[in-house]
């Protein structure tokens, strides 16, 4: 089990990996898994809900500032990443709540968390945005991955199971993203 919660942890570890002893989320509630599962999977969640914050905020960064011959696709591409990523980021937010926990959503919280690459901050061309937003995309895609494992083998499967329709959705997206340069290949 040590592994497991390990693996359950980031850099900048959710408060729920920190609660050591007890090992109880903050909130009483007759969800009847077991209250150690609870609290490894809300900081699994929480965890994940950094990187859903951050790929938002990279989408719209992608969709203010793109240029290019492609730019309208491209526009409206990157603003339907970022309303999945809000989504994404309700389903896993609520899912920490559910289990009794805390999420842990602000951008203070999230930001030194987050374990996606740092976006580009003055990318223009379509090319460098188009690379830069497939990359969050397939890091991401590969956490939430991890994610459907590690919330299976923690004995949630209904995480496991929100954690897979993330997945699908990444996968999708990650496809279109991809679609605007694989014609160069
Ligand atoms: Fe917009």
Same mark, same amino acid.
């Given at each position: 089990?040590? $592994?497991?919660?390990?693996?359950?942890?980031?850099?900048?570890?959710? *408060?729920? &990996?920190?609660?050591?002893?007890?090992?109880?989320?903050?909130?009483? #509630? *007759?969800?009847? /898994?077991? &209250?150690?599962?609870?609290? @490894?999977? =809300?900081?699994?969640? $929480?965890?994940?809900?950094?990187?859903?914050?951050?790929?938002?905020?990279?989408?719209?960064?992608?969709?203010? @500032?793109?240029?290019?011959?492609?730019?309208?696709?491209?526009?409206?591409?990157?603003?339907?990443? +970022?309303?999945?990523?809000? %989504?994404?980021?309700? /389903?896993?937010?609520?899912?920490?709540?559910?289990?009794?926990?805390? +999420?842990?959503?602000?951008?203070?919280?999230? =930001?030194?968390?987050?374990? /996606? %690459?740092?976006?580009?901050?003055?990318?223009?061309?379509?090319?460098?945005?188009? +690379? &830069?937003?497939?990359? =969050?995309? =397939?890091?991401?895609?590969?956490?939430?991955? *991890?994610?459907?494992?590690?919330?299976?083998?923690?004995?949630?499967?209904?995480?496991?199971?929100?954690? #897979? %329709?993330?997945?699908?959705?990444?996968?999708? @997206?990650?496809?279109?993203? %991809? &679609?605007? *340069?694989?014609?160069?290949?």
């Amino acid at each position: 089990m040590a $592994n497991k919660i390990q693996r359950a942890r980031t850099p900048h570890a959710p *408060q729920h &990996a920190r609660f050591g002893g007890g090992r109880q989320p903050p909130h009483r #509630t *007759q969800n009847d /898994l077991p &209250a150690e599962t609870r609290t @490894n999977v =809300a900081a699994l969640c $929480n965890a994940r809900l950094a990187d859903t914050m951050d790929l938002m905020h990279q989408a719209k960064q992608a969709h203010w @500032n793109v240029k290019g011959r492609n730019f309208i696709a491209l526009h409206e591409l990157f603003d339907t990443i +970022a309303a999945a990523s809000i %989504e994404w980021m309700d /389903l896993i937010g609520e899912r920490v709540v559910q289990l009794g926990g805390l +999420a842990e959503g602000t951008i203070q919280a999230t =930001a030194g968390r987050t374990e /996606l %690459e740092e976006y580009p901050l003055h990318a223009a061309h379509e090319r460098e945005h188009v +690379a &830069a937003v497939s990359a =969050a995309l =397939a890091a991401y895609g590969k956490r939430v991955r *991890q994610a459907i494992d590690q919330a299976d083998e923690l004995g949630d499967k209904d995480t496991a199971d929100i954690f #897979t %329709e993330v997945s699908r959705g990444v996968d999708k @997206n990650l496809w279109f993203v %991809e &679609a605007h *340069q694989q014609a160069d290949d």
